[in-house]
């Protein structure tokens, strides 16, 4: 950690945190009260709840996706905050914010305690010797235990390898719902004011060293973009001073440099960025007049270069093809069906996520896409469709890679609490998958924490499974861990076969209730179909093709007995995240703005049961 020494020429006016948290643990909703009830903004100023959430699927899904920079006014004291993403996908993103600041606010749920990925992300802290702060939030939460979470917490940091001052850390207790802090554990002891925060903060937190005087060194650690100003770089000015209109020098990722001029550089304040005319050491700035600026790049005067160290980005570990939508329903719903907008529009999202890969295929109207995990291409999907697009997914596959001479596959970190009673069926299923237990440990309640280690190409469409085998109790996080050698003699996968409709048009109650025996239907009655789509999942190992909108014959004779009602029983509504967990080698995902379907590559009955053969016929083979 930075010492504190008296010869060193502090910025005091600030300091920069970031606030790490496992997902759904409150820091979004922290911010939102740092920001309401600090100087920062006018008081007829309406702020939204989570407003840091500026993504509509972050504000839907409760998580932070892409990380935030705001800023608070504080007792004539700036506090630039980073708010970070709290689920494994994003992890690359977190320790790149790392980079900037000097401290972190660690939020913890004051019930469920420290969670993997809080490990993940602190641990990324703690070797940055970053001074870190502990929020115990939502301690009037039933069931709220905050001293023993205090006390895992420290086992945590000692786990982790925290050195002495580290170990060292303040505690504030909050409930950042309701707006209270305080220094104590009893909740009614609860103060309406986050002032113990923000006056722990100024106190504990070091303040940027100030060598403003010094030659520039301003890195770049995230992207964005819009269309007037280009592609933007987002980080800190580690040293000197930057202004507008200075010439100044990029040193790029290949050793090569690249002279430009500086366009504007905004600061943060509250939830806006604000158009500076200059900028100095220990800032977090914004800067644009650089077309093809990236991440972990050096802007250094034009006759000073020095590069900073090189920061990492997370490489892509699945793939999926993305395909123009081709299906007998293509063009109903959506906007942006075109080739052209896909490609224009997968472009575009280059220009911000460096954990993101395009790749053209020689199928025209195709495109791999690879990222960092089910999670990231599948929110990169549901914003597509958003915005009127209409797409057509691949079932997900993993990257595989040579490492030293061996073919090797992405293997990651599982952590699984679940109930004791599901233990067995949770090590059973994990088995399954080549997943290898590292440790098991019961953590009272009636529950218990296992860890593995498993490929990731077990755990595509592992988690609706999971959900179900443990009776929706199961909690199960992943991060990755390392490329090992691949798993041999072992293809994982949907062992069921589906229900495939052999007819378009629109489904009928009377057509299911002949069909729902043979499996879980994901359709109810009066829904468009088409032959090739798939509408339920078979009990059986194989496919079986269904008629599904075939309606009652009426005739003038009432048969004898009573006359019931059609009914069907409750068909599975499949998310986007289910729907491409589901997915065969031979199946693909359709997605409009309305919709979500499921569907055969080969539409064709005939044709399809053809290609079935004589892919049975070359395996035997």
């Not at 293809?491 to 052999?502: D, H, K, T, Y």
């Not at 569907?599 to 892919?615: A, F, G, S, W």
């Given at each position: 950690?930075?010492?504190?020494?008296?010869?060193?020429?502090?910025?005091?006016?600030?300091?920069?945190?970031?606030?790490?948290?496992?997902v759904?643990?409150?820091?979004?909703?922290?911010?939102?009260?740092?920001?309401?009830?600090?100087?920062?903004?006018?008081?007829?100023?309406?702020?939204?709840?989570?407003?840091?959430?500026t993504?509509?699927?972050?504000?839907?899904?409760?998580?932070?996706?892409?990380?935030?920079?705001?800023?608070?006014?504080?007792?004539?004291?700036?506090i630039?905050?980073?708010?970070?993403?709290?689920?494994?996908?994003?992890?690359?993103?977190?320790?790149?914010?790392?980079?900037?600041?000097?401290?972190?606010?660690?939020?913890?749920?004051?019930?469920?305690?420290?969670?993997?990925?809080?490990?993940?992300?602190?641990?990324?802290?703690?070797?940055?010797?970053?001074?870190?702060?502990?929020?115990?939030?939502?301690?009037?939460?039933?069931?709220?235990?905050?001293?023993e979470?205090?006390?895992?917490?420290?086992e945590?940091?000692i786990?982790l390898?925290?050195?002495?001052?580290?170990?060292?850390?303040?505690?504030?207790?909050?409930?950042?719902?309701?707006?209270?802090?305080?220094?104590?554990?009893?909740?009614?002891?609860?103060?309406?004011?986050?002032?113990?925060?923000?006056?722990?903060?100024?106190?504990?937190?070091?303040?940027?060293?100030?060598?403003?005087?010094?030659p520039?060194?301003?890195?770049?650690?995230l992207?964005?973009?819009?269309?007037?100003?280009?592609?933007?770089?987002?980080?800190?000015?580690?040293?000197g001073?930057i202004?507008i209109?200075?010439?100044?020098?990029?040193?790029k990722?290949?050793?090569?440099?690249?002279?430009?001029?500086?366009?504007?550089?905004?600061?943060?304040m509250?939830?806006?960025?604000?158009?500076?005319?200059?900028?100095?050491?220990?800032d977090?700035?914004?800067?644009?007049?650089?077309?093809?600026?990236?991440?972990g790049?050096?802007?250094?005067?034009?006759?000073?270069?020095?590069?900073?160290?090189?920061?990492?980005?997370?490489?892509?570990?699945?793939?999926?093809?993305?395909?123009?939508?081709?299906?007998?329903?293509?063009?109903?719903?959506?906007?942006?069906?075109?080739?052209?907008?896909?490609?224009?529009?997968?472009?575009?999202?280059l220009h911000?996520?460096?954990?993101?890969?395009?790749?053209?295929t020689?199928?025209?109207?195709?495109?791999?896409?690879?990222?960092?995990?089910e999670?990231?291409?599948?929110?990169?999907?549901?914003?597509m469709?958003?915005?009127?697009?209409?797409?057509?997914?691949?079932?997900?596959?993993?990257?595989?890679k040579?490492?030293?001479?061996?073919?090797?596959?992405?293997?990651?970190?599982?952590?699984?609490?679940?109930?004791d009673?599901y233990?067995?069926?949770?090590?059973?299923?994990?088995?399954?998958?080549?997943?290898?237990?590292?440790?098991?440990?019961?953590?009272g309640?009636?529950?218990?924490?296992?860890?593995?280690?498993?490929?990731?190409?077990?755990?595509?469409?592992?988690?609706t499974?999971?959900?179900?085998?443990?009776?929706g109790?199961?909690?199960?996080?992943h991060?990755?861990?390392?490329?090992?050698?691949?798993?041999?003699?072992?293809?994982?996968?949907?062992?069921?076969?589906?229900?495939?409709?052999?007819?378009?048009?629109?489904?009928?109650?009377y057509?299911?209730?002949?069909?729902?025996?043979?499996?879980?239907l994901?359709?109810?009655?009066?829904?468009?179909v088409?032959?090739?789509?798939?509408v339920?999942?078979?009990?059986?190992?194989?496919?079986?093709?269904v008629?599904?909108?075939?309606?009652?014959?009426?005739t003038?004779?009432?048969?004898?007995?009573?006359?019931?009602?059609?009914?069907?029983?409750?068909?599975?509504?499949?998310?986007?995240?289910?729907s491409?967990e589901?997915?065969?080698e031979?199946?693909?995902?359709?997605?409009?703005?309305?919709?979500?379907?499921?569907?055969?590559?080969?539409l064709?009955?005939?044709?399809?049961?053809?290609?079935?053969?004589?892919?049975?016929?070359?395996?035997?083979?």
């Amino acid at each position: 950690m930075e010492g504190r020494n008296n010869l060193t020429k502090r910025r005091e006016d600030i300091r920069n945190i970031a606030i790490i948290a496992h997902v759904d643990h409150g820091k979004t909703t922290l911010v939102n009260e740092m920001l309401k009830q600090s100087d920062t903004l006018d008081e007829h100023y309406q702020i939204q709840d989570r407003a840091m959430d500026t993504n509509a699927i972050e504000k839907e899904r409760g998580i932070t996706i892409l990380s935030k920079n705001t800023a608070v006014d504080y007792d004539g004291k700036k506090i630039n905050i980073l708010d970070t993403p709290g689920h494994a996908d994003f992890g690359g993103e977190v320790e790149r914010i790392m980079k900037m600041v000097d401290g972190v606010l660690l939020v913890v749920d004051a019930y469920e305690g420290t969670m993997p990925q809080t490990r993940f992300v602190l641990k990324k802290a703690l070797e940055q010797h970053l001074t870190p702060i502990v929020v115990i939030n939502k301690i009037d939460r039933p069931g709220a235990r905050p001293e023993e979470v205090v006390d895992e917490v420290l086992e945590l940091f000692i786990e982790l390898g925290a050195d002495d001052s580290q170990l060292d850390f303040p505690v504030i207790y909050a409930s950042a719902i309701n707006g209270t802090s305080s220094y104590d554990s009893d909740p009614a002891k609860q103060e309406h004011t986050m002032n113990p925060l923000f006056d722990t903060i100024l106190k504990t937190i070091p303040a940027p060293i100030d060598n403003s005087d010094e030659p520039l060194q301003f890195q770049v650690a995230l992207l964005d973009y819009n269309d007037y100003v280009g592609r933007i770089g987002i980080g800190r000015v580690f040293r000197g001073t930057i202004k507008i209109g200075d010439n100044v020098t990029v040193m790029k990722l290949d050793g090569s440099t690249k002279n430009f001029r500086v366009t504007k550089i905004f600061g943060f304040m509250g939830l806006d960025r604000v158009e500076v005319q200059e900028a100095k050491a220990g800032d977090l700035i914004a800067v644009s007049g650089m077309e093809d600026i990236y991440v972990g790049e050096t802007v250094c005067p034009v006759n000073h270069e020095e590069a900073l160290p090189l920061l990492r980005i997370d490489e892509p570990t699945l793939q999926m093809m993305f395909l123009q939508n081709n299906s007998p329903f293509a063009g109903r719903e959506g906007t942006e069906v075109t080739a052209r907008k896909i490609d224009e529009r997968l472009r575009r999202q280059l220009h911000t996520d460096v954990s993101l890969k395009v790749e053209d295929t020689d199928q025209a109207g195709a495109w791999m896409v690879s990222g960092r995990g089910e999670l990231h291409l599948s929110i990169l999907v549901e914003e597509m469709r958003r915005e009127g697009f209409e797409l057509q997914l691949s079932r997900p596959e993993v990257i595989y890679k040579n490492v030293d001479g061996v073919n090797s596959e992405p293997f990651e970190e599982v952590t699984i609490d679940t109930p004791d009673q599901y233990v067995g069926s949770v090590i059973d299923a994990m088995s399954q998958r080549k997943g290898d237990m590292k440790n098991m440990e019961s953590t009272g309640n009636g529950q218990t924490r296992l860890i593995f280690s498993a490929p990731s190409r077990g755990l595509i469409g592992f988690s609706t499974e999971f959900l179900s085998m443990t009776g929706g109790y199961g909690i199960m996080n992943h991060t990755y861990e390392e490329y090992k050698p691949v798993v041999k003699n072992w293809e994982p996968g949907r062992r069921s076969g589906a229900l495939v409709s052999i007819n378009q048009g629109q489904s009928t109650t009377y057509s299911l209730q002949s069909v729902e025996d043979r499996g879980q239907l994901f359709i109810g009655a009066q829904v468009d179909v088409y032959e090739g789509m798939i509408v339920g999942e078979s009990s059986r190992d194989q496919d079986i093709a269904v008629t599904v909108t075939k309606g009652k014959n009426l005739t003038n004779t009432r048969a004898s007995g009573k006359d019931h009602a059609a009914a069907i029983k409750t068909p599975k509504a499949m998310s986007l995240e289910q729907s491409i967990e589901f997915l065969n080698e031979d199946e693909l995902c359709e997605v409009t703005p309305k919709n979500v379907r499921l569907r055969k590559k080969i539409l064709d009955t005939n044709e399809r049961k053809k290609y079935d053969k004589q892919r049975k016929m070359s395996k035997k083979a």
